[in-house]
């Protein structure tokens, strides 16, 4: 298909309309859901000051082939006694029957109301949306961030939880928009019943049933395939639309994008896990194997699915420097699947099918929100390089818990620098006595953003004039080490995982030191994807003697993914373990000893404290142990870490500081109206100019603090 023809296919309109401004407004309380006819409800996402993208789909009563007739209405009130806009749209299965109607004109800092209506009267909920701030506004901002939304193993009582909250807080207070750092869906279906909800629980032999006694599942994909691991996963684009109308069919999703513009970025299970450009990245060892790993057929069919069901605005790119405009709308292309065993200078796999893959989509942009707020969206997947440790190599070394994680730092260090590691004699890497051929020794240096989408934020950074400066930045910047070292001094030091910027640490870098050298205040990177809440300060160079402060990092939980400590407690498990093993496994966990039959979470105190702190606690359960054994200078940046968690992260933004809340929820296993919080952990981060350093304050716990945390 030509640019033009998929445009209009996928129902990708503009109009302009013009509006008053409107103060505060909100929508009820209840859980509306779309039914029938609209069965993924509505949403509405990318708000600019003078635009808003609104969103829905319509479910085909007379077949898959059926093209539809939509009228979509804008109005200043929920009851529409003022219609803005009235547009008759056509959709049809060419988009899935998702339409997407980019309205623009519309006043700044203004709330409108959306419908969609069909032929024979059939209306879709009404949905609510906010425009942003104008650009010279010096108004605070409100928003929310979450990441990590697996289906099949809990409910979304984040979603729940948020809209509640918000309808309690006065109008001035209310979120203008919700930011998704990724995993929206995942890849695959049916893990959930192998996957305790916690580590104090035995694997789930039956699915969770919601409030109608009806299963927490995904229904089997129309197609799929079966991966190294044996989980089923999707394959073709009827697998990643099947996905996404299973996932949207959620009620409290439904409420919380009917409720705020979304601001969309993917990570990888969008896609495929741990993916890379077009890769998929199932295999864990050297072992052959059916599975396919270069993937670009699957790469454009994710890509297709994602443009289609997200409320994006990738064309028009209001109030964006025209020099920076570099998102581009969905753009089909026809590939093969084709090894992506060569990079290029710029570490793309120089395949011709990998690079028209890629190219299909770019979703990186930046959104301005009054004077205050820069928010910088990137992509951190369709540019990346492998990781330094192949999986393959990894599973061959012998002390680590898994090929994915709790990997050697130096040697990770080493591979990520390619052919300038080791002083520019990288042909081999010396590990446990033994020397190995380095893969990475004709490589360059690893990336994550890639050089054109670097160079854009670097760029996006230098020209912006607002005060604080956001990073959507789906995976972790700041160092999860483990001194293993301090177990036993043959062990590396480690960090936990290769797939977040620790495994790219020679770009980190860069990008840290370029912030510091152009003198770039107020940057904050948000972040999800490993399961967690986490709050610190990201270093120039975390192996530098003296490393310097750059930005300070919030990181948050998923709303409903499987915590990061219950699966390392999964992964630590061993039959017959050595000496070894059980001191690895008890930083993890250990045996309560005043609740028998369940266990501590020292992965919190591991990474706060370090090995020698693990191990206090598992011999002791002291706090004066803990304390006496503590490394002050053990990952001396992190100021707080809960990995035992699902929630999300409340921020805001004034022109002194921005606070911040990262929120515990008690469950995601029941279906409920009204979701308790176990704990809140607020921070605050005080304006500091060029040169001024980095300050983050707290956190203030309310709730029951997580462990080792008094």
């Known amino acids: 298909m030509q640019r033009r023809e998929w445009l209009q296919f996928a129902g990708c309109f503009a109009a302009s309309v013009a509006a008053p401004g409107l103060l505060g407004g909100c929508s009820g309380s209840g859980r509306p859901a779309g039914t029938g006819r609209f069965a993924q409800g509505v949403a509405s996402g990318d708000p600019r000051p003078g635009s808003v993208v609104v969103w829905t789909r319509v479910e085909p009563a007379g077949g898959a082939d059926q093209r539809l007739s939509v009228t979509a209405e804008i109005a200043t009130t929920p009851g529409f006694e003022s219609v803005l806009l009235q547009q008759h749209l056509e959709i049809g299965a060419e988009s899935d029957h998702t339409l997407r109607l980019l309205v623009t004109d519309l006043q700044p800092d203004s709330v409108y109301y959306y419908r969609f209506r069909l032929p024979d009267g059939t209306a879709s909920p009404t949905g609510r949306t906010l425009t942003a701030p104008a650009a010279d506004a010096a108004a605070d901002v409100d928003f929310a961030f979450v990441s990590c939304q697996d289906r099949e193993h809990g409910f979304y009582a984040a979603y729940r939880r948020l809209i509640n909250d918000d309808l309690q807080r006065p109008a001035a207070q209310r979120l203008r928009f919700v930011l998704h750092l990724g995993d929206f869906v995942y890849e695959t279906v049916g893990g959930a019943l192998q996957v305790p909800i916690d580590a104090q629980s035995n694997p789930r032999a039956e699915p969770l049933l919601d409030r109608h006694g009806d299963p927490r599942t995904v229904a089997p994909l129309p197609g799929g395939a079966v991966n190294e691991r044996g989980e089923r996963y999707a394959l073709t ?49 050297g ?32 109030g964006v420097d025209p020099d920076l405009r570099q998102a581009r709308a969905f753009e089909y292309a026809e590939v093969a699947d084709s090894p992506n065993t060569v990079v290029d200078e710029d570490n793309l796999a120089a395949n011709e099918d990998n690079r028209r893959a890629i190219a299909t989509l770019a979703i990186y942009r930046s959104f301005r929100f009054g004077s205050l707020v820069e928010l910088v969206a990137t992509d951190n997947r369709s540019y990346r390089s492998d990781h330094a440790l192949p999986e393959d190599l990894s599973g061959n070394l012998p002390v680590f818990l898994h090929p994915r994680a709790v990997l050697p730092k130096d040697i990770v260090n080493d591979l990520d620098a390619g052919r300038t590691a080791n002083g520019g004699d990288p042909d081999t890497f010396l590990f446990l006595g033994d020397l190995f051929l380095n893969p990475r020794r004709n490589s360059p240096a690893g990336t994550v953003l890639g050089a054109r989408q670097k160079a854009w934020w670097k760029e996006t950074l230098r020209r912006s004039g607002a005060r604080w400066k956001l990073w959507a930045n789906s995976v972790p910047l700041q160092r999860l080490a483990v001194n293993l070292s301090a177990l036993d001094p043959r062990l590396p030091d480690a960090i936990l995982s290769g797939d977040t910027w620790d495994g790219y640490r020679s770009e980190r870098n860069e990008l840290m030191g370029f912030v510091l050298d152009n003198g770039i205040a107020g940057l904050v990177s948000l972040c999800g994807d490993v399961h967690a809440h986490f709050a610190g300060t990201v270093m120039d160079d975390y192996d530098a003697p003296s490393p310097r402060p750059a930005i300070a990092e919030l990181v948050c939980a998923g709303v409903s993914s499987i915590s990061q400590f219950a699966a390392a407690e999964r992964l630590s498990r061993r039959e017959n373990p050595g000496a070894l093993e059980t001191s690895v496994a008890s930083l993890i966990a250990y045996p309560d000893p005043l609740q028998p039959g369940r266990v501590v979470n020292n992965l919190n105190n591991t990474l706060l404290n370090g090995v020698a702190a693990g191990l206090a606690a598992a011999t002791t359960h002291s706090p004066d142990a803990i304390a006496a054994a503590r490394d002050p200078a053990h990952n001396a940046h992190l100021r707080y870490a809960d990995t035992e968690a699902q929630g999300f992260a409340r921020v805001h933004v004034s022109a002194l500081a921005i606070t911040a809340e990262l929120l515990t929820l008690e469950s995601i296993a029941v279906d409920v109206d009204a979701p308790g919080l176990k704990r809140a952990a607020a921070f605050e981060l005080p304006y500091r100019g060029p040169g001024e350093g980095v300050v983050i304050d707290g956190p203030q716990l309310s709730g029951t603090p997580p462990f080792p945390l008094p």
């Open 237 to 285: 684009l009827a697998d990643y639309r099947h996905l996404y109308k299973a996932y949207l069919a959620d009620p409290d999703l439904q409420a919380a994008r009917a409720r705020w513009p979304f601001i969309h970025v993917w990570d990888d299970h969008e896609f495929s896990d741990d993916c890379w450009q077009s890769e998929a990245n199932y295999r864990d060892s």
């Open 287 to 318: 072992v052959d194997s059916s599975t396919d790993e270069p993937s670009q057929r699957r790469k454009v069919a994710a890509n297709q699915a994602w443009f289609e069901y997200m409320p994006v605005d990738l064309t028009n790119l209001e």
